[in-house]
């Protein structure tokens, strides 16, 4: 069974540039998660989807960053513009269903923005 | 937002030995998780608890969910180099996103 596929793997921008990640979950997996994991710290949820639709974004800056899952497959994730505080790793998550405590999370993507 | 609080933020530990970590929070969960995280991964499920003074093993690894529902547990024993990583418990309250300790990073000393 093919695992959750994040891309790229790393990526450096410039302050007040924008970018792009994009997830593919696991096959058949409803849910899907975004986490910023900041260096030194653990995994905070930025958005879940259940399908195409969101399930929770209150920890989203909705001022810069915007995540879609519009087929309720893969999805992506977009920061505009980045800020040096947005430098971190970019993790994507799966599950089968909401109420499923095991998350296959991907390898992700690290953020660098100078 | 809220992170647990686990203790210790690193060891160095000897091949051979036993591990103990522990995560402490200041909300009541009903789910407590433990997951390893190699680096240039994303973390990986150990063990899940789901029940006050529940204790669950996971070949060398046992995890306990705090009587209080406030704390959780994880010993390794017998430590072996393939352990080294940065380990992440993780709470739930019902049906409330996962949040995620600040991590203790194990090292294995040669």
């Known amino acids: ?114 | 937002g809220q992170q647990l609080n686990q203790s210790p933020q690193s060891m160095f530990i000897q091949e051979g030995e036993d591990v103990s970590m522990n995560c402490t929070s200041s909300s009541i969960f009903n789910t407590w998780l433990w997951y390893k995280q190699d680096p240039g991964e994303g973390p990986v499920l150990l063990i899940a608890l789901y029940k006050a003074g529940e204790l669950t093993s996971n070949g060398r690894l046992t995890a306990q969910f705090g009587i209080t529902r406030k704390d959780s547990f994880l010993n390794i024993s017998a430590s072996i180099p393939s352990d080294v990583g940065i380990y992440f418990c993780a709470g739930r309250e019902g049906n409330e996103k996962l949040t995620f300790g600040t991590g203790t990073r194990l090292t294995i000393i040669p």
């Open chain 1, 1 to 114: 069974e093919a695992g959750v596929a994040q891309s790229p793997r790393y990526k450096i921008i410039e302050k007040r540039q924008s970018v792009a990640f994009w997830c593919n979950p696991i096959s058949g997996h409803a849910t899907l998660y975004w986490y910023q994991q900041i260096l030194g710290q653990g995994p905070k949820l930025l958005i879940q989807f259940q399908n195409n639709g969101v399930v929770d974004d209150s920890q989203l800056p909705k001022d810069r960053f915007s995540a879609e899952r519009l087929k309720g497959v893969d999805s992506t994730l977009k920061i505009q513009p980045a800020k040096l505080e947005d430098s971190a790793v970019y993790l994507c998550a799966s599950s089968l269903t909401r109420s499923h405590d095991e998350q296959f999370f991907g390898p992700g993507t690290r953020l660098t923005v100078l």
